[in-house]
């Protein structure tokens, strides 16, 4: 009992101050409301008129799955509460054909595996914008990924609008209509839901469907569908949605430089940060930043001396979960005994010209993005770079290991194959 005691205090601890944060945003979003006019819809056939209506009950919901799947696509976006705990907490979802807005209030008793199913179903095209976080809980929910989506942000990546790229900005440029004032970091679990609260969730739909069109026919003139469909595909793979420690380390800034011994305890720290968030209930980067972890690989020797001297590291983290964290440092260093060929500790000269060399790629890469109109951002980010002339050093191999990137498959390769050819020199 003493243990439940303190992981709920715990628990309260590291939620308080997120939680205060979103009641004054929620209040002041309220507040500049009202002193803001909200814009007139867009008059088109595809975009739904009336105001949203609400499924409460189970009953509802399975009528509505119903419709949607004889629609057969429909826009899907959600509002959550994702500071608080380890998953995000669903509260409301939104859905939209041409025909209709639909808010579904998560919080009342309902069971939303058949809503999930639907997204499931590859005969029934998602739309969504920036939906990655929104179709997790498909997988986690059915273990088995969302099917058929279209991403809105994805596609307007292959026509010139940036990436990533806001729905308004996308909106205002395709359609020319405005969405008003944002209300994203609101009181989402509130009851009753504000106006002002439903007026920003079905808007964030209510468009959708009509953008899709807009998007596909530029997609199509450009020749850049395919493109998108590639893209778009990642949302239907599993992998998307497993949460990895070499993923996790390679998407962390300066982790791409580590020496083979500091990534394996990267990789141990991701593992326990995860294990301790999960139990907690909260986000794994608001228990230990990103940062922190990075700083803790250099801990030599590895003691509870060394891990107090750690600044910014909670105290219940150097407390309660000090030994688990010495634990898995420790456990990491047999990982690393059988050094494979190129791993190596570099020098400072060496990480340099990695740097260096990571760079004149880039700019390389961008040019080619000016060139097609596409927002380098989706293509690659220059940390990819890095890691990959990190990795793959030996010349000999450059076109062998580029083939293992994404850098060197599908559209990317198509479009970056001579940007990319000559390997970088050696050193």
């Known amino acids: ?248 380390r390679l998407r962390m800034r300066g982790a791409g430089m580590l020496d083979p011994l500091r990534r394996a305890r990267l990789e141990a720290l991701v593992q326990w940060r995860d294990r301790a968030a999960r139990e907690f209930d909260v986000p794994p980067r608001s228990l230990v930043k990103d940062a922190l972890l990075l700083e803790l690989t250099r801990l030599d020797p590895i003691t509870i001396e060394s891990l107090r001297r750690v600044r910014g590291l909670p105290r219940p983290v150097k407390g309660r979960l000090g030994e688990d964290i010495l634990q898995s440092l420790l456990e990491a260093r047999p990982e690393v005994e059988p050094r494979e060929e190129g791993s190596r500790r570099l020098s400072r000269r060496e990480i340099d010209l990695v740097r260096e060399h990571a760079d004149q790629i880039w700019q390389r890469v961008r040019a080619r993005c000016q060139q097609a109109d596409v927002d380098p951002a989706i293509v690659a980010s220059k940390r990819e770079l890095v890691h990959l002339v990190r990795r793959y050093r030996e010349r000999d191999h450059w076109r062998e290991r580029l083939g293992e990137s994404r850098l060197g498959r599908g559209w990317r390769r198509e479009m970056l194959g001579e940007v990319l050819k000559d390997p970088p020199p050696a050193y």
């Open 1 to 248: 009992m003493a243990d439940r005691d303190e992981s709920s205090r715990g628990k309260r601890t590291w939620r308080s101050y997120r939680q205060r944060h979103r009641q004054r945003s929620h209040a002041q979003a309220h507040a500049e409301a009202k002193n803001h006019q909200i814009p007139p819809l867009l008059e088109h056939p595809h975009v739904p008129q009336d105001p949203p209506d609400t499924v409460e009950t189970q009953d509802d919901l399975l009528s509505l799955c119903a419709s949607l799947r004889d629609a057969g696509r429909f826009a899907y976006d959600s509002e959550f509460i994702g500071e608080e705990t380890y998953y995000p907490k669903f509260c409301v979802i939104q859905v939209a054909t041409v025909e209709r807005v639909t808010l579904i209030d998560t919080l009342k008793d309902m069971d939303l595996t058949p809503f999930w199913e639907v997204i499931a179903d590859e005969k029934v095209e998602t739309l969504v914008h920036a939906g990655q976080q929104d179709l997790e809980p498909v997988y986690r929910e059915l273990e088995r990924p969302p099917q058929n989506v279209f991403d809105t942000q994805v596609a307007a990546a292959f026509i010139g609008l940036g990436y990533p790229t806001a729905l308004n900005k996308i909106v205002k440029a395709l359609l020319k209509a405005d969405l008003g004032p944002g209300l994203k970091f609101s009181q989402w679990d509130d009851r009753p839901l504000s106006d002002v609260q439903k007026h920003y969730a079905a808007n964030d739909v209510r468009y959708l469907p009509l953008m899709h069109e807009r998007l596909r026919e530029q997609l199509d003139a450009r020749g850049r569908t395919e493109w998108a469909r590639q893209e778009n595909a990642l949302l239907a793979d599993p992998a998307t949605y497993q949460v990895t420690p070499a993923g996790q």
